[in-house]
Structure formats: structure tokens, C-alpha cells
């Protein structure tokens, strides 16, 4: 069994640029056709991403003292990804959204997010997959 395998069962959805774009315009549908309708929703992600970006700082301040050099990257071996949660999330919540669907590229033992680097994850916290705010 590969490495690949062996993280990732199942393959995630919406990896091919032209399904993003289908998610980008079932969304930009449903806001056309619904849009007043929807504040609640807007709101209620807003919210969520103020209450994630307020939690940030002191989960960074955390980690800088539990794993300040991040010898066990606890995000390689989980399977990210964002779900159709995490895309409403982002498209109603926040005026950035992001470009493609979270991938994988092969590392040394283990396939690697395309968001980490040596320092941690490039993209803030309000930005990333659900799944991924679980790891500090």
C-alpha cells in the first residue's frame, strides 16, 4: 500500500479546476436567486470566522510553547480537505475564497497539504478547512 493509499482511502471531491468552478457557480446561483433569504446564513458565518480569527492568537501562543519546532506535523497524516461545510463557510462568511480545493503532493514519507511549510500552514486560520483548526 503507497503512502497515498494508506492516507487517503476515498478520493476527495472538487480536485479538477472545472468542478471548483461548479461549486463557484451552484454558490453564486443560489446567492442570485435566494440572496435576501440568506442573511442569516451570512451572518451566522461571519460570525464564526470573527470567532475563529479571536481564538487564533492564543492558539498560536499555544503552540509556540507545546510544539515550537513541529518535529510531528499532526496535519500530514490527516485527510484535509475542504467539505461542503467549510465551502459555505468561506463563500458567505468572508470575501475570500479560495482558488481550488485542498491537495496533497507527495512528500519524503508522507503527502504533504500544499498549504504547509517548514514554519506551519500559509493560510490563516479563518481561511483553512474545519479540520484543520483542530491541529495547533
Not at 472538487?14 to 471548483?20: A, D, L, P, V
Not at 461549486?23 to 460570525?47: C, M, N, S, W, Y
Not at 508522507?110 to 491541529?135: A, E, K, N
Amino acid at each position: 500500500m503507497t503512502a497515498m493509499s494508506y492516507y487517503q482511502i476515498h478520493p476527495l471531491p472538487w480536485q479538477e479546476r472545472s468542478e471548483w468552478r461548479e461549486v463557484i457557480v451552484f454558490l453564486d446561483t443560489i446567492k442570485r436567486v435566494h440572496g435576501p433569504d440568506l442573511e442569516p446564513v451570512r451572518l451566522l458565518a461571519q460570525r464564526i470566522r470573527f470567532l475563529v480569527d479571536s481564538l487564533s492568537g492564543p492558539i498560536e501562543k499555544i503552540c509556540a510553547v507545546t510544539c515550537p519546532d513541529c518535529r510531528d506535523v499532526c496535519c500530514e497524516r490527516a485527510t484535509i480537505w475542504y467539505d461542503f461545510k467549510d465551502i459555505l463557510y468561506l463563500y458567505f462568511g468572508s470575501d475570500i475564497f479560495p482558488d481550488r480545493q485542498i491537495k496533497k503532493v507527495p512528500g519524503q514519507d508522507t503527502p504533504l497539504c500544499i498549504h504547509l511549510t517548514q514554519t506551519g500552514c500559509l493560510l490563516p486560520r479563518s481561511q483553512r478547512p474545519f479540520v484543520c483548526t483542530w491541529y495547533f
